[in-house]
């Protein structure tokens, strides 16, 4: 990914979607600004770390060594049962919502074995250009931790990678680096600014990743991808503005973005709990003319069929869907 030195003027302005001190003290620390790139990757990397959580461990997170062979089997690691590979965006963290509330979703199922990928110290705010680069390090650690599972008795069929903002992005780069396609990649809300007119599809999220890719678009436009990306798409509320974000148009863009993670883990506990009518593919949606289009309304999340294609609208009835602060 190239970018030129006046992509710096835009960035200035999507630094401010992520603003969350109330001083601008910090700006005048010059530790604020030392940004990490990776310029060597080498895998394990003590900057990507690896959790286990598990239906007897609970919120206890475990960490996985794969130079241990005995790692996974340590921590409770069970080959019966599913797995989901949950991976955060740009200035978040595995142990922070929204990715808590994924994990807590699928811990609620009881037949998950939940990893999460955290690259918190990769990706500080205000540092989002070293943020881009330091995806491809991510994505092949995650590669590796994918393989370390598959190699001790995973089933890829009933493996996938869920990732938000960046994290969706990741996890189709994750693609890149295995000799076979993944089965199943949720992208929520990917990423993107720069992502949109930099990046080319091996560093991005799209369908050729994995066999079946949803994406659940909340933030579109903005902070997150327009239009259909993925074989199947959902356009949730108009695609933009989530109805339980209040505030200023910043302040409603982060919120929506974090919403798309609490849609879909609300269909993890709740299967069919949130369901798409066919529409036309363009997202956001202008106004209320959504576009429907003749067909079956489908579940969106954990529980859409394998094997659906095309564009989904949803319309949620509820006020307040994912704590944000």
């Known amino acids: ?21 109330s001083q601008l003290q910090p700006f005048y620390d010059i530790k604020y600004w030392r940004c990490v790139i990776k310029k060597t990757y080498e895998c394990p990397d003590n900057d990507i770390k690896y959790y286990l959580y598990t239906p007897e461990t609970g919120k206890k997170r475990l960490r996985i060594d794969i130079r241990n062979h005995l790692s996974l089997r340590l921590s409770g690691f069970d080959p019966d049962r599913k797995n989901a590979i949950i991976i955060h965006g740009f200035n978040g963290t595995e142990s922070k919502t929204p990715m808590t509330v994924l994990r807590d979703a699928f811990l609620y199922r009881r037949d998950y074995n939940i990893f999460t990928i955290d690259w918190a110290d990769l990706t500080t705010f205000p540092c989002y250009l070293s943020s ?32 938000h903002s960046l994290g969706a992005h990741i996890c189709g780069m994750v693609s890149n680096h295995l000799s076979l396609k993944q089965h199943k990649i949720v992208g929520l809300d990917p990423a993107r600014p720069l992502i949109d007119r930099y990046a080319n599809k091996y560093f991005r999220l799209t369908k050729d990743d994995a066999h079946q890719v949803q994406i659940i678009h909340t933030n579109a436009g903005f902070l997150g991808e327009v239009n259909q990306v993925g074989h199947v798409d959902f356009c949730v509320n108009g695609g933009m503005r989530q109805p339980g974000c209040k505030g200023r148009r910043i302040r409603i863009a982060r919120c929506s973005h974090f919403q798309s993670a609490c849609y879909f883990a609300k269909t993890v506990k709740y299967p069919d709990s949130i369901m798409g ?22 579940p969106m999340g954990h529980d859409t069929p394998y094997g659906i294609y095309g564009s989904y609208c949803v319309n949620t009835d509820t006020k307040k869907d994912c704590p944000f602060e």
Not at 135 to 162: E, N, P, W
Not at 279 to 297: E, T
């Open 1 to 21: 990914m190239k970018l030129s030195v006046g992509v710096l003027v835009l960035i200035s302005v999507y630094f401010k979607c992520f603003e969350v001190h």
């Open 132 to 163: 881009l680069s330091n995806t491809r390090v991510v994505s092949q650690c995650t590669a590796k931790l994918y393989a370390f599972i598959m190699d001790h008795g995973g089933d890829a069929t009933q493996t996938m990678c869920v990732g």
């Open 277 to 298: 009518r066919p529409c036309d593919a363009k997202c956001p949606k202008i106004d209320r003319k959504w576009g429907y289009l003749p067909g079956k309304s489908i």
